[in-house]
């Protein structure tokens, strides 16, 4: 079945270590994000990615690093320059389209990861 | 940006219908309203969205007023799986600029 997958589920790290969250999808969608939520918070976006080799920030990219070399893997690196790291990390992609046009379409969503600095 | 607000929580007893508002008074006359809903600690489901025109489908309907100033989501028949937080959100046309508020944490109860 389509989908998008991120592992890993939970992750524990010790303060000052870089951490990469995986996130892939099938669903053969051009543009993927990532979101960070604090507890009882909305979702903010860290970077997003449009098409492949092309990312942009968000709003709270400070301490976080991404890559997209293929279509379907969109990975994040919360980098020790990362003040709080610790929260729930949702992967997300969609079929964009350009600003001022249509709709975006729906987003579809990982199951998440949650991340714990010790 | 279109920004919208919705009550911080709701209750609806199991069986009834739940009716969940949304303000969005600032929404321009080619954005959607989207609805999405998130189980505790899983993503974000995506439920439903429109334009001007009332909406159904097998999970919910979407009522949004004349002026597009405010919208319902409605649950008819809601269920014990249907506790969840629910966010109502305006698609400015990319999903980049789409903002996620706190949403209504519906509690359906026996």
């Known amino acids: 079945d389509g989908g998008i997958t991120q592992s890993p589920k939970y992750l524990f790290r010790k303060e000052g270590q870089n951490v990469t969250l995986s996130c892939e999808q099938n669903l053969n969608h051009d543009a993927m994000y990532w979101y960070r939520q604090d507890p009882g918070q909305g979702l903010r976006l860290i970077y997003y990615s449009q098409i492949v080799n092309d990312f942009q920030k968000g709003d709270i990219a400070e301490g976080y690093s991404v890559s997209r070399e293929k279509k379907e893997s969109f990975p994040l690196t919360v980098t020790s320059a990362q003040k709080n790291p610790t929260a729930f990390y949702l992967c997300?992609?969609?079929?964009?389209?350009?600003?001022?046009?249509?709709?975006?379409?729906?987003?579809?969503f990982g199951e998440g990861s949650r991340l714990t600095v010790l | 940006d279109a920004k919208t607000t919705q009550p911080t929580s709701m209750d609806c007893a199991e069986g009834r219908a739940a009716n969940l508002p949304c303000n969005h008074s600032t929404i321009s006359g080619n954005e959607y309203v989207y609805w999405y809903r998130q189980i505790h600690s899983q993503g974000p489901q995506y439920i439903i969205h429109g334009l001007k025109n009332n909406e159904t489908n097998e999970m919910a309907s979407l009522i949004i007023t004349e002026d597009r100033k405010s919208s319902t989501l409605i649950l008819p028949h809601a269920t014990l799986r249907d506790t969840a937080v629910y966010y109502c959100?305006?698609?400015?046309?990319?999903?980049?600029?789409?903002?996620f508020g706190t949403g209504t944490r519906l509690q359906v109860t026996l």
């Open positions: 997300a992609s969609s079929i964009e389209r350009l600003a001022g046009g249509a709709n975006t379409g729906e987003l579809f």
């Open positions: 959100i305006v698609d400015p046309g990319t999903a980049s600029k789409l903002t």
